[in-house]
């Protein structure tokens, strides 16, 4: 039985089908006889038949090679640093290599933990192309967008250590009992040192419920630390305003009645918080999108080098500076989406009462959400005819001053 029966046309690769193509094409172009009627014996029509064969041969094996759906679900759960693929949709139809590689692609950056993020289809669909995916074989089906949350770690279980029973004892007689020996004091389990005070007083001034602080003491004031409050009582004081880095206290211990000098006490203090650094290198002007960031926690020594600590404040934001993989974003480098570019031709709004007026014109300059610039009005080119209006949404404008428009 012959190849042809057998359908292996559409499974070879590429290369040897046109290999044999064009081997049996030459064949026919030196062998071509003469027919009965002294005429060529349909050259041709064999030539064009196969490369019509070829054709379709080339379109259906590469066609039938990567098709598949990927299913969004409405909810997803993810526990890395990362929003794959994987997390959020199932993927179907795929071969096993290909399946694979679609799964590690990173789709949005994870929350932080105890929230949740949306990623949207358009998320997805933006990292399928980055990720040189042929988006004309693969279907997108399901929600429009999947609400990924991150749950806090579950809390271990405290480990209770069963005393046993102790046993009675009786008294002895009376005639038995000799003096009566002193009785010692035994240490409170609940009393506390100086140094829990001080680490209390510092939790206290840097208040801030998402970070973590680490808190370390000089060994010169070590012995002073240990001093317990039934026996003494403290007052402290903060030397300077500093709360993070090296901070200076002054302690003041008064023990049985009697006022103690004033010890020096000096503190390392550090902040650990989440803050938002980029996953990947981002360009000067491009827009940020989720996959281009991540959470990262980072330690702090001052409050003002904090950076943006809110995913949600980032995106859909430009970036007013290049900004290397890994690097944290600052506040003063992110700038907003202009809605209006210069020269755009925008709608122009005008609201007085409950009567709404719209008209076209020629933004001047470009303008986010909320900002003001000036429109030229359509056909005119005067100086007079700009008016200032404010940006309310993509290509549009609203005139918020009518008194403007009455007088030109």
């Given at each position: 039985m012959s190849r042809m029966q057998h359908g292996c046309w559409l499974v070879e690769t590429v290369p040897q089908l046109w290999h044999r193509l064009w081997h049996r094409l030459w064949h026919r172009r030196l062998a071509g006889g003469l027919s009965r009627a002294g005429r060529p014996c349909h050259r041709k029509f064999w030539d064009r038949f196969l490369v019509s064969l070829a054709f379709a041969a080339t379109v259906t094996s590469t066609s039938s090679a990567i098709g598949g759906e990927i299913r969004i679900w409405p909810t997803a759960v993810v526990t890395g640093d990362a929003v794959t693929l994987a997390d959020v949709a199932d993927l179907q139809g795929f071969d096993f290599a290909s399946k694979q590689q679609l799964s590690g692609i990173v789709v949005?950056?994870?929350?932080?933990?105890?929230?949740?993020?949306?990623?949207?289809?358009?998320?997805?669909?933006?990292?399928?192309?980055?990720?040189?995916?042929?988006?004309?074989?693969?279907?997108?089906?399901?929600?429009?967008?999947?609400?990924?949350?991150?749950?806090?770690?579950?809390?271990?279980?405290?480990?209770?250590?069963?005393?046993?029973?102790?046993?009675?004892?009786?008294?002895?007689?009376?005639?038995?009992?000799?003096?009566?020996?002193?009785?010692?004091?035994?240490?409170?389990?609940?009393?506390?040192t100086l140094e829990s005070l001080l680490r209390q007083y510092i939790s206290a001034r840097v208040s801030d419920p998402d970070a973590k602080l680490e808190i370390r003491f000089s060994p010169a004031g070590e012995h002073?630390?240990?001093?317990?409050?039934?026996?003494?009582?403290?007052?402290?004081?903060?030397?300077?305003?500093?709360?993070?880095?090296?901070?200076?206290?002054?302690?003041?211990?008064?023990?049985?009645?009697?006022?103690?000098?004033?010890?020096?006490?000096?503190?390392?203090?550090?902040?650990?918080?989440?803050?938002?650094?980029?996953?990947?290198?981002?360009?000067?002007?491009?827009?940020?999108?989720?996959?281009?960031?991540?959470?990262?926690?980072?330690?702090?020594?001052?409050?003002?080098?904090?950076?943006?600590?809110?995913?949600?404040?980032?995106?859909?934001?430009?970036?007013?500076?290049?900004?290397?993989?890994?690097?944290?974003?600052?506040?003063e480098w992110l700038r907003a989406r202009p809605l209006v570019r210069r020269g755009e031709m925008v709608t122009i709004w005008v609201r007085q009462g409950g009567v709404e007026i719209n008209t076209v014109g020629k933004a001047q300059q470009p303008g986010a959400l909320g900002e003001a610039i000036e429109?030229?009005?359509?056909?005119?080119?005067?100086?007079?005819?700009?008016?200032?209006?404010?940006?309310?949404?993509?290509?549009?404008?609203t005139v918020t001053d009518v008194r403007q428009l009455a007088s030109r």
């Open positions: 949005h950056a994870a929350p932080r933990v105890g929230s949740g993020v949306l990623v949207r289809i358009a998320d997805i669909r933006g990292a399928l192309a980055e990720a040189d995916a042929n988006l004309a074989s693969i279907r997108l089906l399901g929600s429009a967008r999947c609400k990924v949350s991150k749950p806090r770690p579950p809390r271990e279980p405290r480990t209770t250590i069963k005393r046993p029973l102790a046993r009675r004892v009786k008294p002895p007689p009376l005639k038995q009992q000799q003096t009566k020996q002193p009785i010692k004091k035994q240490p409170n389990a609940k009393s506390r002073i630390l240990r001093l317990s409050t039934e026996e003494h009582r403290f007052k402290i004081r903060a030397a300077s305003d500093r709360r993070l880095g090296f901070v200076s206290f002054e302690v003041d211990g008064i023990h049985e009645g009697r006022r103690a000098r004033a010890e020096p006490i000096v503190a390392e203090v550090q902040l650990v918080k989440e803050v938002v650094v980029a996953r990947r290198p981002i360009n000067r002007g491009k827009t940020i999108e989720g996959r281009d960031l991540k959470l990262e926690e980072h330690r702090f020594t001052d409050l003002e080098s904090i950076g943006v600590t809110d995913l949600a404040a980032v995106l859909g934001q430009q970036s007013g500076q290049f900004v290397r993989s890994g690097e944290m974003l600052r506040p429109v030229r009005r359509g056909g005119t080119r005067r100086k007079q005819d700009l008016i200032d209006a404010v940006v309310t949404g993509p290509g549009t404008v």
